[in-house]
């Protein structure tokens, strides 16, 4: 027996000596990778070349964050990157650049990519760009300082009995006003720059899916509730997020800026946003890629800072409508927390890839045929069978929004902070938010905070509220309605977020799809918009438009 044991021994002790030989000749072939620094430099020169531009909320004060070293964003996993090479960048584009979740989850199956390998090449990227400052974005404002290790995890497990179609170990970022433990939730301000939280329900659908949280984006702070006619894609946390396929030319977008800008550099496989009126629909078309804009109540909103619980949603910015669906499908699900939580069933998946143009009834916009990729896009519907009718929906003055967004914002806050927020000292309104900022305006709000500053002077009753907020849903529907059911429509067809007021109020979900590129290369995208709960036909529309237009291009820099 003692003999059978030492032969047993040797053999161990042989197989150890192989694999540590074999890995050290590994080692000795991989090559340590220089540090990757970011450094702060004149920011003259680039904001003086904006103030030329023709649209003045492009007029820019600042580009980086004076709040915090853009180096924070991935020094803590430098570590894990120092065998990462360029090389490795290159070899891996090919595998993952403007892929969907299907074929990057098929290069897994096949053993060309791991989890891990994915998270690395996201990150590599991030820290690449981001730190150059002719190609930084400013679109990231944290990395999740455990997804390197959580991607390990995974691939230990193997990726045998994966569905292709699934969000597991998919790198996602959220919109930082979206709760996700071990990172803070800014919502992009300096008071909220220490606010650690759970995570919100809709982060734990995707956890316990296996979806990879890779790190929080940038937004337009406070979800562009905070300043008046100042640049979309700014906050204090994390500076001026710019827009890839014109850097300090085009606008991003807003609020859900960095995920859309992110999603169209391939900074990750998918991105989360919020919208309360266009907050999705608008940097998903300014930036090329897909948005859905759900119905409110079908994804949670619990743990997200709000602006209005009476408009507020999250939802999928991908590069494409079946990632979209996907995404979307996992932070389905019933919150008893959020009173509009409604539990949604079906296999939007599935029924995403049997879409189809042909015979469905499409509302165009007469006075939108003006713009050429309108026109183009309606006539390729027309040529693959849709069926057009043009109408001309009545403008209706959406009178008292505004005052809508500020009773919601003024009582939701306190509420949000209370629950989530506790470890927020001293701040407990919004009227102590804007004395906060006060005591430092340079680096707290360069741009001022007027729409802040509206909302603690705003003194509408709830008795008038009630009635404004009928009144506005009643105008709204009968803006969409009055064409659908005359017609019989399946969508009303616009552009960007042109239309997202009216959504909003009439609670309407809403899908944009890369349409094309103005002459000076602006991306655009095509909007449909349709009845509550059928963001199934929405998907099924997108995807059917996508195979019969195919618009979407990488920023060519960021190829």
Not at 23 to 40: G, H, N
Not at 107 to 124: M, P, R
Not at 477 to 492: C, E, G, P, V, W
Request: proline share 4%; aromatic share 8%.
């Amino acid at each position: 027996m003692k003999s059978i044991l030492s032969i047993v021994s040797i053999i161990v002790i042989f197989i150890s000596c192989k694999r540590d030989k074999e890995v050290k000749a590994i080692e000795e072939v991989r090559v340590l990778q220089p540090e990757v620094v970011w450094k702060a430099y004149d920011e003259t020169t680039d904001l003086e070349a904006t103030q030329n531009l023709e649209k003045k909320r492009m007029h820019l004060k600042l580009i980086n964050s004076r709040i915090r070293d853009k180096n924070d964003i991935w020094n803590h996993l430098n570590e894990e990157l120092k065998y990462f090479s360029e090389e490795d960048h290159m070899r891996m584009k090919a595998l993952i650049l403007e892929k969907d979740i299907p074929s990057i989850q098929q290069s897994i199956q096949e053993g060309k990519l791991s989890y891990e390998d994915l998270v690395k090449f996201y990150i590599y990227r991030i820290r690449k760009f981001e730190s150059d400052n002719n190609l930084s974005l400013n679109s990231v404002i944290s990395l999740n300082p455990k997804v390197i290790a959580q991607a390990r995890h995974l691939d230990s497990l193997g990726p045998s009995g994966v569905d292709i179609n699934s969000i597991y170990g998919m790198p996602i970022l959220v919109k930082d006003n979206i709760g996700v433990k071990d990172m803070p939730t800014t919502a992009g301000a300096v008071v909220f720059k220490d606010n650690i939280t759970e995570n919100a329900f809709i982060i734990s659908k995707l956890k316990d899916k296996n979806a990879l949280i890779l790190g929080k984006s940038n937004l337009s702070e406070w979800a562009y509730f905070f300043c008046e006619g100042c640049p979309v894609g700014y906050s204090a946390i994390g500076g001026q997020t710019l827009n890839p396929y014109g850097r300090l030319i085009f606008e991003t977008g807003g609020s859900s800026s960095g995920s859309g800008v992110a999603v169209a550099a391939n900074f990750c496989v998918a991105a989360i946003g919020t919208e309360t009126s266009g907050s999705i629909l608008s940097p998903s078309s300014q930036n090329s890629v897909v948005g859905l804009k759900p119905t409110i109540g079908v994804l949670s909103r619990s743990g997200i800072v709000p602006i209005s619980s009476t408009l507020d949603t999250p939802g999928p910015m991908t590069k494409s409508s079946m990632d979209a669906a996907i995404l979307f499908s996992a932070m389905l699900g019933k919150d008893v927390m959020d009173p509009s939580s409604i539990l949604m069933g079906g296999d939007f998946i599935s029924a995403t890839t049997q879409g189809t143009i042909t015979k469905m009834k499409f509302g165009v916009i007469k006075e939108l045929l003006v713009d050429s990729l309108y026109a183009n896009a309606v006539e390729q519907i027309k040529n693959n069978g849709g069926v057009i009718i043009e109408i001309s929906p009545k403008d209706e003055e959406l009178s008292g929004f505004l005052q809508v967004l500020n009773f919601d914002m003024k009582r939701d806050l306190p509420k949000y902070i209370k629950k989530y927020a506790n470890t927020i000292k001293e701040i407990k309104t919004v009227e102590d938010i804007v004395s906060y900022n006060l005591l430092d305006t340079i680096n707290r709000m360069p741009y001022g905070q007027g729409l802040l500053e509206g909302i603690v002077k705003d003194e509408t009753s709830l008795r008038e509220m009630v009635q404004i907020k009928e009144d506005l849903q009643t105008k709204a529907r009968a803006y969409f309605d009055t064409s659908m059911k005359q017609y019989n429509l399946h969508a009303i067809l616009s552009i960007n977020n042109y239309h997202a007021g009216y959504a909003a109020m009439a609670k309407y979900p809403a899908l944009t799809v890369p349409m094309g590129y103005d002459t000076d290369g602006e991306p655009k995208g095509l909007t449909f918009i349709t009845k509550p709960f059928s963001e199934a036909l929405l998907l099924k529309l997108g995807y059917a438009y996508e195979q019969i237009s195919n618009k979407r291009k990488a920023p060519e820099k960021y190829r």
